[in-house]
């Protein structure tokens, strides 16, 4: 029966009856499928094994999906390192990401930086392309973090990566203005919108536990996973339309679920950096079906 005969087939059965009837007839519609997006993380794009040709291959199989993705999430670490590299090598790894994208993909695609696309170079430092300023220009971002709705669900890319203590190497965090920013993104939601969150280091992964010759303690760095972890977890739990947080950085693919929320780390395009599989997981991209209710259904799809 469609859904205005058995309201009008209720209609007789009186007020008492009708309203709790009326409240399942309206669960019976609120799942509905609103869009598919496509997760393509850890891309890692430079001229050599063949990662052009493999990454043009990864393209096609997405925009052949049946349905066809309606979004590409990048998450990052789109070219293959510009860490401390000469300028003529980064600027060859943006023009081949972009001639490609020009070329071979037609589905709008949203950017996170990950930590290959930022420049550390210190000897360049307080140049205008230090830090992720140079990657910012070629994706047109004002900030590295943003936010966006697009068909009634909440989409937040958050900027994982920042400078250590000791300005030499990268952590996981969001800083306390990043953080504030956050929290005020959520709070300013309606609690019925769903979120989407997007960071290139993972805010919550069991991938790091999967490690060789363990005797009594495993070791995790802080550019491998958040180390406010626990703080961005209690925000979520603030806000349980908080639904998914898509991650990559480790190229393991695993999905842990804590407080509701489902945090995906959604292995890599480039597998090994090219090189094949990352341990057991192989090349490969998110697929995403969001609901207007904040369900989802998602695959890890090896092309
Ligand atoms: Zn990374």
Redesign the pocket.
Known sequence: MKRRSVLKSLTGLGGLLLAPYINFANNLNTKTKVMRIAHLT?IHLKDHFDAPKKFVKCLHHVQQQYPKPDLILNG??IVYDMNKEQLSTINGQWKLVKEIMAQECNIPVQYCL???DIWWNEDNKGQAIYGKQYSMDQLKLSSPYYSFIKNGWKFIILDS?HLDIDGTWYIGKLGEVQFTWLENELKNMPADVPVLVMS??PILTATLMVEDNIVNKWEMLGGDMHTDTAKIINLFYQHPNVKLCLS??IHLRDKVVYNGVTYICNGAVSGAWWEGNKRETAPGYGLIDLYSDGSFDEHYINY
């Open positions: 850890d990052g670490d990950g930590n290959h990566v290139h280091i990559g950085h």
